[in-house]
């Protein structure tokens, strides 16, 4: 495997709606927190009352920080939970519909407000997930 | 599991490819219906000959309709299936690519003509999400 | 399972990151090849420091090939691996969103320069998935 990718086992696999008004990234983080989830891929259908959301600059190797106070459906959703600082920590990325079908998309941050998300989190065991600086990228990386 | 979130097992799982020119949605919930699969996560990899979407109006509590007569590669998709109505129900959300890389995106409709559409639908048991209306936000939740 | 679908079994799952600067698409097939995956379903978690992709042309049934110098955050990525000519072929769609939160997006070409790919594969077993020639849309597929 010399990409670097390790074989990791099926866990348990949870599914549910988040309450509105909760904050989307925190909620999920919470949950795997009390339910001891350490690694997992997770999936959001839903839509939010307000999109936070990053650019990564790979050359100043900094975020760029963006929101978008309108309402937004969630039209794509990638992410993970890893351990981050000795908790768990999501990583994730999505693009938010307007109105007219247009969107704005990049690094999912905290301040996305939850109107709907309906989320499985699929955990994954048998791995160690554990995000530490990346010198080349600046990141916090496996 | 104070969110919401429920325990699910692992079912069955379902892969192949759409006829072209059948109706995306519904095509997924006759499938499921016909194979007595209640509660899913699914994705899909494809391309439309005709998009259908819709946003929800947060303030309004309604769907605006919208729709694409292009054709349309599929970019983004996140969606599930549970019981609505006594029936097998797809909630998905979708981005749409066009020929200059831009895209619409929004709540899937039916509506959607498959050109390709590559389906996984990967059941989970042990758990009944069942869709009930809402009240605050209008919507049939679990 | 009258749509074409059949049912798969859950075969390993493989979790990790692609070094920096690889081929998104290259190194995800590599990987296959080398530990023997034949079936998958594929999610991204990442960055690219290029971008390439393209649009089908339904009605001149050729590809439309385009590329983006930029860095971009994958915000949508939907993508699974079968069997082309003999080896693992992944078939992608994904969303690259810019420095402003806007985006493009497409089928996935080779020509990404993985920036962050934390990837996962999830391998399905027990189904042959073997594209071939389709006259109807002049794609390969199962």
């Known amino acids: 495997m010399?990409?670097?990718?390790q074989e990791a086992q099926a866990g348990r696999?949870?599914?549910?709606?988040?309450?509105?008004d909760t904050d989307l990234v925190e909620e999920i983080e919470r949950f795997c927190a009390e339910n001891g989830v350490q690694a997992a891929w997770v999936s959001v259908v839903g839509a939010v009352r307000r999109a936070a959301y990053a650019y990564y600059n790979?050359?100043?190797?900094?975020?760029?920080e963006m929101a978008s106070p309108r309402h937004?459906?969630?039209t794509g959703f990638v992410g993970n939970v890893s351990i981050r600082d000795g908790r768990p920590f999501l990583h994730a990325h999505a693009t938010f519909a307007d109105i007219n079908?247009?969107?704005?998309?990049?690094?999912?941050?905290?301040?996305?407000?939850v109107w709907v998300a309906e989320v499985e989190i699929r955990e994954l065991s048998?791995?160690?997930l554990v995000r530490q600086h990346d010198e080349l990228t600046?990141?916090?990386?496996w």
Chains 1, 2, 3 share one sequence.
């Not at 696999?13 to 509105?20: A, D, S, V, W």
């Not at 790979?58 to 760029?64: G, P, R, S, V």
């Not at 079908?101 to 407000?113: I, P, R, Y």
């Not at 600046?138 to 990386?141: I, K, R, S, V, W």
């Open 2 to 5: 010399s990409t670097g990718l």
């Open 13 to 20: 696999t949870f599914i549910g709606r988040l309450p509105t």
């Open 58 to 64: 790979q050359t100043m190797l900094q975020y760029k």
């Open 72 to 74: 937004h459906e969630i």
């Open 101 to 113: 079908g247009e969107s704005v998309a990049g690094h999912l941050l905290k301040g996305c407000v």
């Open 126 to 128: 048998g791995v160690e």
């Open 138 to 141: 600046g990141l916090a990386l």
